[in-house]
């Protein structure tokens, strides 16, 4: 064979290699997984929008669904609280595969959290897991808000796998019954090296 054929073959080959690569990222942008935000019916349209626009930042693929009432199981009636635990088993079932469903509300929610049968909280998420629950109702009347993307997305860190993280400004801070968020500015560099795995996008690290 002739150099010029040589040639010829190396490009095809060349082509071929850059086309099942732009499949296999066409694949991977398809099983990319979505993120469901699934307002209750108490919340108000400006939190809803202010968090949903702060998650598309660093996580582009999200979609809003319509509000929803809570599941009638998850009202706790003593406490006028809803069962963050019932919550999101209800919005893990509803939630297919390769989705994630953040559920969001201005009502307090609780879990059990060892002897303390009905703890109040201000989200709860599988770790991992489809689904997630962020409550503005504890949070600081002056930037609520704010608070509340910052909860949204530690939840939604640990649907993705994310454990608690030591660093004091990390997203990831255990909450330990308080609420630090003011302090919190960022995932730290181990955490969003962790999530730039599963997709989402940061400016730096
Ligand atoms: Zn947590
Ligand atoms: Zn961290």
Known sequence: MKSNNYCFLFIILIFAL??????QAAVKEKQ???????????????????????IKKI????????????????????RNRYRADSVIKFLNKETKERFVTIGLTS??????????KD?????????????????KFRLNKK????????????ELGHTQGLKHCPEKTCFMRDAEGKNH???????????????????????SI
């Open 18 to 23: 850059s086309c099942s690569e732009k499949k």
């Open 32 to 54: 990319a997984t979505t993120v469901l935000v699934q307002p209750f019916k108490d919340l108000n349209s400006e939190s809803l929008n202010f968090v949903t626009s702060e």
């Open 59 to 78: 996580y582009p693929n999200v979609k809003v669904l319509e509000a929803i009432d809570f599941p009638e199981n998850a009202y706790y009636e003593e």
């Open 107 to 116: 009502k307090d929610i609780s879990v059990t959290k060892g002897k303390i």
């Open 119 to 135: 703890f109040g909280v201000m989200g709860l998420g599988y770790r991992p897991g489809k689904a997630c629950i962020a409550s």
């Open 143 to 154: 930037n609520a808000d704010e608070q509340f993307f910052k909860i949204a997305i530690h």
């Open 181 to 203: 968020t003011d302090e919190e500015t960022d995932f730290c560099k181990k955490c969003k090296t962790f999530l730039i795995n599963k997709n989402w996008k940061f400016k």
